[in-house]
């Protein structure tokens, strides 16, 4: 095989790696904590991009627009806890979880109604130039995807290893019980996840909308995908998530450069199937917490 | 239908009979059996010969691997060597509800009732191994079906009034006290008609009153011909009723013998009967192998 | 259980209650159903048609109607699904009891509109991008919408005759849309003499592109055809200009439209700038003089732009749901029915469609027969690309 | 210390435990009896009868919207068999629907097969995948199932998509023949009447199934409800071979409604594949109550019939 078709299949795989990983870690943080599986978690993904997209071609500069993009769509994450998952909380997981999904079709509506139908793009944040590689070509927003990627997980990492807050998260995953005994608050905690996903939503919308566009109903596709890459890393660690997301991307870009055109999604997907039968509770997971 | 449906138990039950009567008289026979969870020794070459008719009981301190014992018997957990023979079928080779299928019922030290049915419900569950209708001939209520039905409702409730719970036969397991709940599992396993008994610690947490009741209850189906083997931690309670004793410590076992044996022996006494158990709850690391 | 079953009973009488509430409107109109998809996968292009649709019952009405009838127009969303468009073809057949369905959405909606138009006894319009099953409309259903064939058409012999390609690498949808064209590809391409020497496909939620350009990149194909009926097609042509791919690029209607060129302008002007096939509405002041069709799409350009809410220029969509209408309107002309007798008028304008003779419209002309409900003679398609910010003719 | 008090000669007093009739059995029968008592029975009569006799007092649309909730209900009915009994958490009853759906559609318009015979044939060939598919997925457990249940529901969709020879494409298959004899009564009518005579005699198997020693042995394994796995199989469940039937059966309800679908319809697509429909119906299942099959029918009843109530025409402008 030609070496640029290898070296771009590896660039292909690692941006897509970070694209799914980055919106499997929002199911991540809520699952672990509440056992809830949000199916509106795309949807925080979709309002990242839209609003970024919206707040910069009202003039204000591309980094400002994401901030406040991201910040509004981890607000919205709060919302979706108090307006709906907080009120069920007597309702089992399952009901809660099929609730989330109520919430995405409102989200997806009320877009509908203030943005319309219409796909929107942005340029690569700070103009990146793209960088041509022996045969391969590394587009200009890609860096930013596999760099503001890098710097989340680092900072979810540092935040759950050493942070009060990030401990308390930690030990509600854990053990539900014993976190309430020792004081912690798990609605509390639980609204914190919820913050956390849709602002980890927000900035995978933000960093991915100069790469994909962005349009009112692309919440569930991203659903699904950030879904299929929590659940082969295995939902309960965040490492077992970004590994899922390598995984899910790596199959994808292996997928597009060795198997006949047209078959490329099935092929990943069996790949995530093997995964599964294999490793039933992910690649990574801690035992008994499924 | 009727008919045919105890001609064909009759036949099911003397076929387990003649099973029993084997030759050399074991009933339940344990060659050599070991378990590991990794570095980890639960159950170490243990040889054991449970005769029919007998109530025997397993005693130990803490992490003597009594539970696991019964779980190896009942096929929930697989052995890592040796094999066991019950009837002069291999047990150890053969899943779960297959050895149920035999003739072996287990009842768990926390029951599990299925909280998701009735207290009839769940003794009618122990129905299951003797009845065969299936999704087609239930969904269409088959005449076998509907048979079948009927005689699981009675036996059902026959079981329950041997346990004296006919009153609480439709309270959800919630509304009912522990010993009730133990002795509706208790029920939910004679359903299963079983040929031995596996208890794990029967009389834990009940109070003087019902453990005497409860006592009564198991030499009953002792006399009933059914053969019951217990893991107990109330070694007095379980060593007035038991033919036979075993003692078990980190998963070897140390005695084996008739109560009065056991009760004779001043060591045993002071190390596994007089609540002295000094070493009891120590982990046993097998050496390297 | 018991609430259970008071319930479904509830239930019951309500959608029995609004079946007698439902009467047909006792006003003399042309009732015209618009089944698009307002939601869903495909609410870009339906509401894209159903905005069309709008623009033209609007003017009809502030004329005056057809011989004094004014349209009354009925939208009603599919919610881009088969079941959708079941429910809202017999919704507005029985309840709202139109006179005539104009679907607006994609291929296989539109074939779920058929055995429902059959039965209603009601003529169906139906946009839709193939002409695979062109055979199958049946008695009540027309597809006077062009095929994909005139676009491969249009492709090939502009990449043949104008700019002399030989060899023609294709990134094709993995959809009904790309199916069409894959299906006429390679007899066309022959025709022409091309030799298509790669097919890649993508998914119309495909994001990365790159590996599929790094093959085409490594073949020898002399330039490039996309087509797509979404933002994966653009984001094909964005990519394709970042792997450094400076072949010609041809990519279908659905890539110019505004919000595409929009985003991706920058990278549709890169030379040799993108072509994509255009309605000759999109670029009339291009057209020269002495086009016959000039006065037309000039005419329809600028009531598009008055009447659209908010104003803006009408795109492929917006043309073929107005040419839907305009259709329409041609046959309700010419046949008059009478509108307060459903069945009869349905009948009669079924008749009128069937027997429309020359009919020049935006895209086509149209003669239709009972044997042909398609009945293009002529496409009117242009091939158009990009240039400082806006959209000029090929130089041929 | 106490002697033993062991009997010395066991085996011989087998009549201690000889089953005996019970005298309160009659009374605890006649409790469960009250539980589904007769007015209640009289509702579901009445229901039933109300569902067969609509077409007489309403319309084509009406009975379109039936059509769905009956489509909807039947896949649902088997996901609530699944779910709310097993406590399987599947996410992929679309791939059974649509492979109902397909099977038939391309046995009817590739090999002329009768669509009665396709029916079932699609049934049968539908069974039998999803009993592979269950053996192989239902080792997994809790909320993984889940995961891969979706996943499957990707493969199939993109697999309809690419062979298309088979499938068609993304076309889909169109001209599939009615079920309806040519000319005896309308089609829709006759679809109507098929769908809900099968809907309640489906109903009427899984009420039976649930009061059994089958329905028994699946909430059993319902570890979502109370249930557990290891208790199950020391009584003698055996707990694979149940979940797979259950997959099965929940794949044949799926496919049964699909190939009623496909027929009615006349034109299928892939998007019946999508994941989407999966999840409706898992609404559905929710929504209507899991501890009964009658649930099916509220929860497809409410969502499809008030979404089409309050949705529906008039959207736009105009």
Same mark, same amino acid.
């Given at each position: 095989m030609d070496l640029s078709i290898v070296l771009q299949f590896f660039i292909s795989g690692v941006n897509l790696g970070c694209i799914y990983a980055a919106l499997g870690l929002g199911f991540f943080i809520i699952y672990s904590v509440?056992?809830?599986?949000?199916?509106?978690q795309g949807e925080f993904v979709m309002l990242g991009g839209m609003l970024t997209v919206t707040f910069y071609s009202m003039g204000v500069p591309i980094l400002l627009s994401t901030l406040v993009a991201v910040v509004i769509a981890g607000l919205l994450g709060g919302v979706l806890y108090r307006g709906v998952i907080h009120p069920a909380r007597n309702l089992s997981k399952a009901t809660q979880t099929f609730l989330t999904v109520g919430f995405a079709f409102a989200i997806e509506g009320i877009a509908l109604l203030i943005w319309g139908w219409e796909y929107r793009s942005l340029p690569n944040f700070l103009g990146t130039p793209n960088i041509h590689l022996g045969g391969a070509t590394i587009i200009g927003q890609t860096p930013w995807v596999t760099g503001i990627t890098l710097l989340v997980v680092t900072g979810l990492f540092f935040f759950f290893g050493h942070t009060i807050q990030g401990k308390a998260l930690r030990a509600c995953a854990d053990n539900p019980l014993g976190a309430k005994t020792i004081g912690i608050s798990v609605e509390r905690m639980s609204l914190y996840a919820f913050i956390l996903a849709g602002t980890l939503g927000g900035i995978a919308g933000a960093i991915i909308t100069p790469l994909t566009m962005v349009s009112y109903s692309i919440g569930f596709p991203m659903t699904i995908k950030g879904l299929l890459a929590a659940f082969v890393g295995g939902i309960t660690r965040a490492e077992g998530v970004i590994l899922g997301g390598m995984v899910l991307g790596m199959a994808e870009a292996i997928a597009a450069s060795?198997?006949?055109?047209?078959y490329h999604s099935i092929f990943a997907l069996i790949i995530l199937m093997a995964v599964f039968l294999c490793q039933p509770r992910g690649l990574l997971s801690s035992p008994g917490k499924t | 239908m009727r008919d045919y449906l105890n001609w064909a138990k009759d036949i099911l039950i003397s076929a387990r009979g003649q099973g029993g009567e084997a030759r050399d008289g074991s009933f339940l026979e344990l060659k050599n059996v070991s378990v590991s969870f990794g570095r980890l020794t639960?159950? +170490?070459?243990v040889n054991l010969v449970i005769r029919q008719g007998d109530i025997a009981a397993i005693i130990g301190p803490n992490g003597a691997g009594k539970t696991t014992m019964l779980k190896l018997i009942s096929g929930l957990l697989p052995l890592s060597q040796g094999e066991i023979w019950f009837k002069q079928r291999?047990? +150890?080779? =053969?899943s779960p509800h297959h050895i149920a299928s035999l003739g072996v019922t287990q009842v768990f030290q926390d029951i599990?009732?299925?909280?998701?049915?009735?207290i009839l419900e769940n003794v009618m569950v122990g129905?299951?191994?003797w009845t065969d209708a299936g999704f087609l001939s239930t969904g269409l209520k088959l005449p076998h079906a509907k048979a079948e039905e009927k005689e699981i409702m009675e036996r059902a409730m026959s079981k329950l009034s041997l346990v004296g719970l006919e009153q609480k036969?439709?309270?959800?397991?919630?509304?009912?006290s522990w010993s009730e709940q133990k002795i509706s599992g208790l029920a939910r396993a004679l359903a299963a008609e079983p040929d031995l008994l596996l208890l794990d610690?029967?009389?834990? *947490?009940?109070?003087t009153s019902e453990i005497e009741k409860l006592s009564q209850l198991l030499l009953k189906l002792q006399q009933g011909g059914i053969t019951i083997l217990m893991v107990e931690q109330r070694t007095d309670e379980a060593l007035e009723i038991a033919n036979q004793v075993i003692i078990l410590d980190s998963g070897a076992k140390v005695a084996d013998a008739a109560p009065s044996e056991i009760q004779s022996n001043e060591h045993l006494i002071a190390t596994y009967?007089? *609540?002295? =158990?000094?070493? *009891? *709850?120590k982990l046993h690391y097998a050496a390297s192998e | 259980m018991k609430r259970i079953a008071i319930l479904l009973l509830v239930f019951i009488i309500a959608i029995g209650g609004t079946v007698s509430c439902a009467s047909p409107s006792a006003e003399k109109s042309y009732k015209i159903g618009?089944?698009?998809?307002?939601?869903?996968?495909y609410s870009g292009l339906g509401l894209q048609t159903l905005e069309g649709i709008q623009v033209i019952v609007e003017d009809i009405n502030e004329k005056g109607g057809i011989n004094g009838i004014p349209l009354e127009l009925v939208p009603c969303d599919d919610k881009s699904s088969t079941t959708g468009v079941t429910l809202g073809a017999k919704k507005l057949i029985e309840?709202?009891?139109?006179d005539v369905i104009l679907h607006g959405s994609t291929t296989a909606l539109a074939q779920s509109t058929m055995p429902v138009a059959d039965e209603g006894k009601t003529p169906a319009i139906l946009l839709s991008g193939?002409?695979?099953f062109d055979d199958q409309l049946g008695k009540w259903c027309f597809r006077p919408m062009g095929s994909e064939e005139d676009y491969v058409i249009s492709f090939f012999q502009y990449l043949n005759e104008?700019?002399?390609?030989t060899r023609v690498a294709a990134l094709l949808e993995n959809s009904g849309f790309g199916q069409g064209f894959e299906f006429f590809m390679p007899g066309i391409a022959s025709k022409y003499n091309i030799e298509v020497v790669m097919t890649q496909h993508f998914d119309?939620?495909?994001?990365?592109l790159t590996l599929q350009m790094t093959d085409i990149k490594n073949s020898n194909a002399q330039a490039l055809v996309i087509w797509g009926s979404g933002p994966a097609g653009a984001l094909a042509v964005k990519q394709a200009r970042d792997m450094g791919i400076n072949s010609p690029i041809t990519a279908s209607f659905a890539q110019g439209s505004p919000d595409m060129v929009k985003a991706f302008g920058a990278y549709y002007e890169m030379s040799p700038s993108l072509i994509v096939p255009a309605s000759k509405t999109d670029i009339w002041q291009e057209?020269?003089?002495?086009?016959?069709?000039k006065a037309m799409c000039q005419d329809f350009a600028s009531l598009f732009l008055e009447k659209s809410d908010p104003p803006h220029p009408a795109n492929f969509y917006n043309v073929l749901g107005a040419q839907m209408m305009l259709f329409v309107v041609d046959s309700l002309k010419r046949a008059?029915?009478?509108?307060?007798n459903v069945e009869k008028a349905r009948s009669e304008l079924r008749d009128a469609l069937e027997s429309t003779?020359?009919?020049?419209?935006l895209t086509a002309v149209y003669t239709l027969s009972p044997e042909d409900?398609?009945?293009?003679?002529?496409q009117k398609i242009m091939l158009i690309t990009f240039k400082d910010g806006g959209k000029i003719l090929v130089p041929r | 210390m106490p002697a033993s008090r062991a009997v $010395?000669?066991?085996?011989?007093?087998?009549?201690?435990?000889k089953h005996t009739p019970v005298p309160i059995l009659g009374q605890v029968k006649k409790t469960i009896e009250l539980r589904r008592t007769k007015v209640e029975h009289l509702i579901m009569a009445l229901v039933v009868v109300l569902f067969l006799t609509m077409p007489l007092f309403a319309g084509p649309y009406p009975l379109a919207i039936m059509m769905d909730i009956g489509f909807y209900a039947i896949v649902t009915m088997g996901l609530i068999l699944l779910?709310?009994?097993?406590?399987q958490l599947s996410l992929g009853q679309a791939v059974f629907f649509g492979l109902g759906a397909y099977s038939s559609a391309i046995l009817t318009?590739?090999?002329?097969?009768a669509p009665w015979l396709a029916l079932m044939l699609a049934a049968i060939i539908t069974g039998s995948i999803a009993a592979g598919i269950g053996r192989a997925v239902l080792r997994l457990r809790g909320i993984i199932v889940s995961g891969v249940t979706l996943v499957l529901n990707l493969i199939f969709f993109y697999l309809v998509l690419s062979l298309v020879d088979l499938?068609?494409?993304?076309n889909g298959i169109i001209?599939?023949?009615?079920?309806?004899?040519?000319?005896?009564?309308?089609d829709s009518l006759f679809d109507y009447y098929f769908l809900w005579i099968v809907a309640f005699l489906l109903l009427a198997f899984s009420l039976n199934l649930v009061n059994s020693r089958t329905g028994r042995a699946l909430r059993t394994m319902n570890i979502l409800a109370g249930g557990g796995e290891e208790t199950a199989q020391v009584l003698g469940v055996n707990v694979m071979k149940y979940k797979v039937q259950v997959f099965t059966l929940s794949a044949v309800y799926a496919s049964i409604a699909g190939s009623i679908y496909a027929h009615h319809i006349g034109c299928i697509e892939p $998007?019946?594949?999508?994941?989407h429909l999966s999840l409706l119906v898992a609404i559905m299942a929710i929504v209507g109550g899991m501890?009964?099959?009658w649930g099916a029918f509220l929860g497809a009843g409410l969502l499809t019939g008030l979404t089409e109530l309050l949705g529906g025409v008039r959207v736009g402008s105009g």
């Open positions: 509440t056992r809830v599986l949000n199916l509106a060795l198997i006949p055109s047209g | 639960a159950v +170490d070459q291999r047990l +150890d080779k =053969i599990q009732l299925f909280s998701n049915m009735s129905c299951h191994v036969a439709l309270a959800p397991p919630a509304n009912l610690e029967p009389y834990g *947490g009940l109070m009967l007089g *609540g002295r =158990i000094t070493e *009891g *709850g | 618009a089944l698009t998809s307002q939601t869903g996968k309840v709202e009891k139109v193939t002409a695979l104008d700019l002399g390609i119309p939620t495909a994001t990365d057209l020269p003089e002495d086009d016959s069709d008059q029915p009478d509108p307060t003779e020359n009919l020049n419209l409900h398609y009945g293009s003679v002529m | $010395e000669q066991p085996g011989k007093n087998m009549k201690i435990l779910m709310g009994q097993a406590g318009t590739q090999h002329h097969l499938t068609g494409g993304a001209n599939i023949p009615s079920l309806s004899p040519v000319g005896v009564i309308p $998007e019946i594949f999508g994941a501890a009964s099959p």
